[in-house]
């Protein structure tokens, strides 16, 4: 009876936007709108860093990570979007929301253990500078990001799979504008405690760890930064952590807001409020807080367009 229960939902429909069919088209406009400075801002971040040598170092990689990672989050969701909403077709196949599910869970993964790393970064650069090239070595970062994304992924496949495992029978609306992890598992017939049990606990770990980690990286941080004697240093190392700590209260005051949100209201309207702050805002702002507030990421990106156009 649970197989023909299971096999017998082929898609689900996300209805997360359809409260307002007379904004359709400024919906539609607005996330596309997002979508596009989204990929042209962090694609210019990504070629900047690559063809610019005096920002081959291991903090402007992991900027181009977060970046490629920022790319790949709002392509698994806004493109799906932008068809449903064209097509006024709110549907989305079985398989295509499981894997949606799955590509968020591994890219938002990741975005937050790039946190983490960047903050071990800052912390090695500020506390340890004649040591920084021997201890972030390419090797170091490249290995970093790849624990990072397998990590990530193997959280994202936890989840995923155990949602195989539900039955889920006649509803199938989404009060979502995607197919998000508590949404889903909030449609299921079937016993649902090992999921929302991993949720508390898997997740609380996955990024309670990384934000543990951004926590002491700054408590040493600033530890470093006052015995400085120098304002003027103390300030210039203030800097190169400014940009970083605004993504992070950014992506983790967010985060918070949607899982608490999701876990204890229904409505639809404040989920997708919160999950574009979470899923859209961060990762349109990101380009812009890592450029405007750096130089040397300014200046490279004037070159590089200036190169493209002459």
């Known amino acids: ?21 007379d904004f359709e088209s400024i919906i539609f406009t607005l996330f596309l709108s997002m979508y596009f400075v989204t990929i042209f801002g962090n694609i210019l971040i990504i070629l900047a860093v690559s063809f610019d040598s005096h920002l081959h170092t291991p ?19 806004i493109p799906k979007l932008l068809v449903n909403i064209q097509t006024q077709d709110q549907s989305i196949s079985y398989t ?22 960047m903050a071990y970064d800052r912390y090695v650069a500020i506390g340890h500078p004649l040591r920084y090239t021997v201890i972030m070595k390419p090797f170091l970062c490249v290995l970093l990001v790849f624990l990072s994304l397998l990590i990530s992924t193997m ?59 951004i926590i002491f990286s700054y408590i040493e941080i600033v530890s470093s930064i006052l015995k400085i004697s120098s304002v003027q240093g103390q300030k210039k190392a203030f800097s190169t952590c400014g ?25 639809s309207l404040k989920n997708v409020i919160f999950s574009m ?33 002459l």
């Open 1 to 21: 009876m649970e197989h023909s229960n299971q096999s017998c939902i082929s898609e689900f429909f996300l209805i997360g936007l359809t409260y307002a069919p």
């Open 59 to 77: 903090m402007y990689f992991f900027i181009a990570s977060l970046s490629f990672t920022d790319i790949c989050i709002s392509t698994t969701i």
């Open 96 to 117: 295509g929301c499981l894997s949606q599910v799955c590509f968020v869970l591994i890219f938002g993964g990741l975005e937050s253990c790039l946190l983490a790393v």
């Open 155 to 213: 959280n994202a496949l936890l989840h995923s799979l155990m949602l195989l495992n539900l039955t889920f029978c006649t509803d199938q609306n989404i009060l979502h504008f995607f197919c998000e992890l508590v949404q889903v598992i909030k449609l299921a017939c079937s016993d649902t405690f090992i999921n929302t049990l991993l949720i508390y606990t898997v997740t609380s770990v996955f990024v309670g760890v990384p934000l543990s980690g």
């Open 243 to 267: 940009s970083h700590l605004t993504v992070v209260c950014l992506f983790y005051g967010t985060a918070f807001g949607v899982y608490m949100n999701s876990a204890v209201s229904e409505s």
């Open 277 to 309: 702050m979470y899923i859209v805002v961060p990762q349109i702002l990101n380009p812009f807080i890592y450029s405007l507030r750096n130089r040397e990421v300014k200046q490279a990106i004037r070159h590089l367009i200036f190169s493209v156009v």
